[in-house]
């Protein structure tokens, strides 16, 4: 029913009407960005229609009131969950505290669509860091590696988590990631020859074991992975396979 989403963008635009992001954009490219990647992930009308009303609340005229009054209950909760998380203040996050906050976030989300419209949040932002200060990106990206990524990880939703790692890793040690992604680049060839005969062999054995369909496909590691096992073992990259 995309009537929903239809009248849900039609009042974020207009609620957000006239405010710009860092980048110059008009601010409801955000909104839309967000409820894109809901959308990618495949979920209910009630999460998408949130991600385009998320911001709506905290920061501009409309209420909670407005929210429930137009789009019912359900969805009034699930913006006001995710405007609580938003004025969380993280100033200082490590491990540990990390951890907590993942719980207290799990705590206040009855609903955990609230969890996934702020991860969807957190994940647009990141990809518009570059706009931001230095100073304020690696407050941010660190973060997001503290609390957001792992609670992705959490979920079960790889994609997210990984992406997240990736561009908070570009922001929180940019010299040791663009590093990381020369080496990454001039080894593709080679990785992507091995990971294609080790394809066919493995096509071949199971070819002549079953008769079931299967797909054999490889992928390499992502970047803050390659990193974060580097730094575990003390390994040079040539020696992560």
Known sequence: DLSLIEKAYKFSEKAHEGQIRRSGEPYISHPLGVAAILADLRLDLASIATGLLHDTVEDTHATLEDIER?????????????TKISKMNFRHT??????????????????????????????????????????KQK????ETLDIYAPLAGRLGIMSLKVELEDLSFRYSNPDAYYQLVQKVEMKSKERDRYIEETKKILTN????????????????????????KMQARNLDYDQIY
């Open 139 to 142: 407050q941010i990206a660190q």
């Open 205 to 228: 054995e199971l070819s002549a074991r079953t008769k079931a369909k299967f797909e054999v496909y490889g992928r390499p590691k992502h970047l803050y992975s390659i990193y974060r």
């Open 70 to 82: 137009e789009f019912g209950k359900t969805i009034a909760e699930l913006v006001d969950g995710v």
């Open 94 to 135: 490590h491990e540990k505290q990390g951890e907590n906050i993942r719980k207290m976030i799990v705590a206040m989300g009855k609903d955990v669509r609230v969890i996934l419209v702020k991860l969807a949040d957190r994940l647009h932002n990141m990809r518009s860091l570059n706009h931001m200060p230095p100073a």
